[in-house]
Every structure is written in structure tokens, then in C-alpha cells.
């Protein structure tokens, strides 16, 4: 049997993945004084380069199309490389997102002028913590520039992640995007045992979690003889191997849903996010979302879709406890970044339930939601990189009064981004929240919607709690400052602000593209 593969529609991800090659070659061949421009002309080149071939196929009608409400879809609708690869309205989307996201956090790892010793990132990842061939590295002024590579490859997988039509090709796209993110969380310059434990505790829970997918993925390809999810939705209407297909389902929901981070696969979360170099848990808290939801909704909708009503009730529990979780203990944090990443844990039971609606709706409206925390949480975590002392990063509650004294304009921004995700009318927030709401009950899921307003009113709590300590106490004398950083830094932050606000004032364009992107293709 012949297969037949459009590169067109494949160029995206063809792109990245290639450019991930190209960048080992650039460390392997390119004299170290010229590595770091040449990495970045290829990383920012290759992700505008990804986004423009996708807004090409986004634009090519295809004669078989099917038409909603007497228009056509635009954009490619194809099954790719033997049914493996789905290009669809829905897929293109989140790829679209994906890329954007890559593009600014890419600026904010490449930024040299907030830390004096270089960048966020260790000189050399060999040196052991505290060694003296680390101070040698760092005074020599030595830069890691084998991130580039790494992030490329991760970006590759997460475009390949959200669109793959199959559980093999899925788990490929989790490894190849996964594995690099492992190795960059150890590679913080500042606190690196830290880091390393970070990570380690990151790669030993991810590793569980691939283990998971792949054994549910045996069980469905033992109750349905096929990985493919058309064919698996279609043989689970008519399989009596009822016990092995719920297993599956169950185990491969615990793969993805620790990649979301929902409770109770959500341990990782505070402790990545706070050793973790900050601007990696910036690209990681939006992309990585971003993409394991775009698969995750791929899965539940289309593959497991014909057994929604035996998945639901998991994942009802599933989403109200990660938005009380989430919510409660985000209020008893004292550390900014793990206050962020349990807000981050609520966050993900909001999306949730556009995963119980199971309606275009709630396809629809996780998309919007989707980029709206998106941008809303890098350019969150942009700024707190922002704040140091002496020792670096400020990360302490109590370090940031008075900060809106001493830097009025980021302080506004990012109480702004506070706003946003406490989903306060007039951001980003608001719209998403109430689009998701709305989808839920109108799948018959009010008694969660209830638990997400009492669970934003106490999200409300400690994001207000940072803006009263920003604007309404006084500073200490020996406090951190705003370190002013360079163009990078202040594009990427200024991306994030300028869609938390115009998809809160004006969201109609945006989502009038989620809806015409339809559904996913079967």
C-alpha cells in the first residue's frame, strides 16, 4: 500500500524539526563567538517561517469540504501519512497558538541583560553546582547555547502533538517534545540543585505517565485491533471488550492529564515551576498546556468520543477537584511562582470543562480559553522573572511591596495579567471564563460551573492579595527592584499585554476564526 504524504500540510512541523538538525549542526560546526546569533536567526526564522505556511493552508479550500451553515470551511481538512497525522480547522488553530507562544518566549530565553552573568541559563550543564570549573564558566562568560536545538525539537512536538491521528504517533510527539523540556529545567544558572531536583522530579513523573499512555494504548489496540482513533471510535461502538477499553481509557487519560496538570497528577507543578528556569516555565505554562489539551480534546473527542457517557463521569470528579485544589492552595502559598502554578492546576480544571461538554461549543470555547491563559500566563511569568535583588529572583511575596512605587508602568502591566486571570470583565479572562461556562451548561455540566465561580471567587482572593501589596504598602528600603530589560523582554511582554486586552475588548475576530475552524476531522 502506497502512502501519500502533503508536505504542504505538513510543512510546519517539517519545519521545525529539520531546523532542530540544522541547530545541532550550528553547534558542531559554527566557531562559539557566532553560535548564539546564528541559533537565534534560525529559531525565530524557522518559527515565522512555520506560522506562514500555516496561514497559507489555512487559506486553501478544498473541493470535498464540508459546509456549516451554508459557508465553506477554509483551510486544509486532510488525513496525512496513512491516517497518522489530522490537518484540521481545530489542529491548525492550536498549532497557530503554539507558534506565537514560541515565538515570544523564544526572545525571553534569548534575553542577556536582566542577569549580569548572561542569561537565565547555566554556562556550561556539565559543571557540577558550586564547582570551580562553574565559576571558571560563568566568569568566562560561556553560554549554553545547546537550548537551541532542544527548544526547537520541543516546539516539532508540540506542533506534531495536538494533531497526530493515532496513539503511536502521539506518544512520539509526547517523547520528542517532553524529553528536551526535562533537560532544560535543570539548566537554571541560579539555584541549580534546584533546578536538577526539578527536573529529576519532572522526568521520573513524565516517565510514569508515558508508561501509562503507551499501556493504555496495548489495551485499545487489544479491544479494537487498531491505534487509529477513526477506527477506534467506530470498533468501540460494536467491541464487547468493554473492561479493557475503560482501562484504556482510563490509563491514557492519566498520560495526558499529567501533562495538563490536573489534580491528581498535578504534583509536578509547583516544584518545576518553582526550579525551573523562569523564562522555560513561561513557554512551558502556556505551550505545554496549549498543546497536551489540544491532543487531549483530539483523544476525547474524536477517538473516545462514541463512550462519552462512560468517560464523563471521571472526568466531572477530575475538573472539580483540580479547581478546588488548585484554588485553595494557591491561596496558602507565600512563593510567587508556586502561588502561579497552582493558579495554573485551576486553570486547568476551567478547561476541563470544555472536555465535559463534548459540543462544538465547548471546542470552541477551550480554544479561546486556550489563548487567552496563554498569552496571559507567559507574559505573567515574563514579568516575574523581572523582579531581583541581589541574590537574583524575587520570588518571595513579602519582597514585592511597594513594587508599584518603584515601577508603576510593569506593575500595572502586570497586575493587569493578575486581572486577567482572576477573569475580571474587560480581559481575556472574562471572555474565556464566560465562554467555557456557557459551553458547559449547555452540556448539562451547572453543578461544575457553580464549583468554577466559587472556585475564581477564591482565585480572586490572592490575585487581588498581590495587587494590594504592589500599590498599597509601603516598600522596604533594601527591597528587590524592576531590573529594566532589553527589546526582547519588552516585545514579548508587550505581545501578551496587547492580547489580554484585545481579546478582552474585541474577542468577536478570534473567535469568529475558532468557530469557522469547525470541528476535528474523523
Known amino acids: 500500500m502506497s502512502v501519500n504524504i502533503s508536505y504542504q500540510a505538513l510543512a510546519p512541523i517539517i519545519i521545525l524539526l529539520t531546523s532542530g538538525v540544522l541547530s545541532v549542526l550550528i553547534e558542531a560546526l559554527v566557531p562559539r563567538s557566532f553560535r548564539r546569533p546564528a541559533q537565534l536567526v534560525l529559531v525565530l526564522g524557522s518559527i515565522v517561517l512555520a506560522f506562514a505556511y500555516l496561514v497559507f493552508n489555512s487559506t486553501v479550500v478544498l473541493a470535498g469540504d464540508l459546509l456549516i451553515n ?3 470551511i477554509k483551510g486544509l481538512r486532510e488525513i496525512e501519512a496513512a491516517g497518522a497525522i489530522a490537518v484540521d480547522g481545530p489542529g491548525m488553530v492550536i498549532q497557530g497558538i503554539i507558534l506565537l507562544i514560541s515565538f515570544s518566549a523564544a526572545l525571553l530565553l534569548a534575553e542577556r541583560q536582566i542577569d549580569p552573568q548572561g542569561d537565565a541559563f547555566t554556562a556550561r550543564a556539565s559543571a557540577l553546582p558550586g564547582s570551580e570549573d562553574e565559576r571558571q564558566f560563568t566568569a ?3 553560554m549554553q547555547t545547546e537550548i537551541w536545538p532542544l527548544y526547537l525539537f520541543c516546539v516539532g512536538g508540540m506542533l506534531l502533538f495536538p494533531v ?4 503511536l504517533i502521539m506518544f512520539v510527539a509526547l517523547e520528542v517534545f517532553s524529553l528536551p523540556l526535562y533537560l532544560l529545567a535543570s539548566m537554571a544558572r541560579r539555584r541549580r540543585l534546584l533546578s536538577q531536583e526539578a527536573a529529576l522530579k519532572y522526568f521520573i513523573l513524565g516517565s510514569f505517565s508515558s508508561a501509562f499512555f503507551l499501556f493504555g494504548a496495548a489495551l485499545i489496540y487489544a479491544a479494537t485491533s487498531s491505534v487509529n482513533f477513526s477506527v477506534v471510535s467506530i470498533a468501540m461502538e460494536n467491541s464487547s471488550q468493554d473492561g479493557l477499553i475503560i482501562s484504556g481509557i482510563a490509563m491514557i487519560a492519566v498520560g495526558l492529564l499529567f501533562k495538563v496538570g490536573a489534580v491528581p497528577f498535578h504534583q509536578w507543578v509547583p516544584d518545576v515551576y518553582q526550579g525551573s528556569p523562569t523564562p522555560l516555565v513561561a513557554f512551558m505554562s502556556a505551550a505545554t498546556k496549549v498543546a497536551a489539551f489540544g491532543a487531549l480534546l483530539r483523544v476525547f473527542y474524536v477517538a473516545f468520543g462514541s463512550m462519552r457517557w462512560d468517560w464523563r463521569p471521571m472526568m466531572w470528579v ?5 479547581m478546588i485544589i488548585g484554588s485553595l492552595l494557591a491561596v496558602t502559598q507565600t512563593d510567587m511562582k508556586r502561588m502561579l502554578a497552582f493558579s495554573s492546576v485551576a ?4 478547561l476541563l470543562l470544555g472536555v465535559v461538554a463534548t459540543s462544538a461549543a465547548g471546542l470552541s470555547s477551550s480554544l479561546f480559553y486556550l489563548i487567552a491563559y496563554a498569552f496571559t500566563s507567559l507574559g505573567t511569568f515574563a514579568i516575574v522573572g523581572l523582579v531581583r535583588d541581589a541574590s537574583g529572583e524575587a520570588t518571595h511575596l513579602s519582597q514585592w511591596a511597594g513594587l508599584g512605587k518603584k515601577s508603576p508602568w510593569m506593575a500595572s502591566i502586570f497586575a493587569l495579567f493578575l486581572l486577567a ?3 475580571i470583565p474587560l480581559t481575556s479572562g472574562f471572555t474565556g471564563k464566560f465562554a467555557i461556562f456557557t459551553a458547559a451548561v449547555e452540556g448539562g455540566a451547572t453543578p461544575l460551573v457553580i464549583i468554577a465561580v466559587l472556585a475564581s471567587a477564591v482565585a480572586a482572593f ?4 498581590v495587587i494590594v501589596l504592589m500599590f498599597f504598602t509601603e516598600p522596604p528600603t533594601d527591597g528587590p527592584a524592576v531590573v529594566i530589560p532589553s527589546g526582547l523582554t519588552t516585545v514579548a511582554i508587550g505581545i501578551s499585554a496587547a492580547f489580554t486586552l484585545l481579546l478582552g475588548i474585541a ?3 478570534v473567535l469568529e476564526l475558532i468557530i469557522n475552524a469547525g470541528l476535528f476531522i474523523r
Open 70 to 72: 451554508g459557508g465553506q
Open 164 to 167: 497526530s491521528n493515532d496513539f
Open 421 to 423: 486571570l482572576a477573569g
Open 318 to 322: 477530575i475538573a472539580g477537584l483540580t
Open 347 to 350: 486553570h486547568t480544571g476551567f
Open 140 to 142: 568566562n562568560g560561556w
Open 507 to 509: 474577542p468577536q475576530p
Open 462 to 465: 490572592f490575585y487581588a492579595r
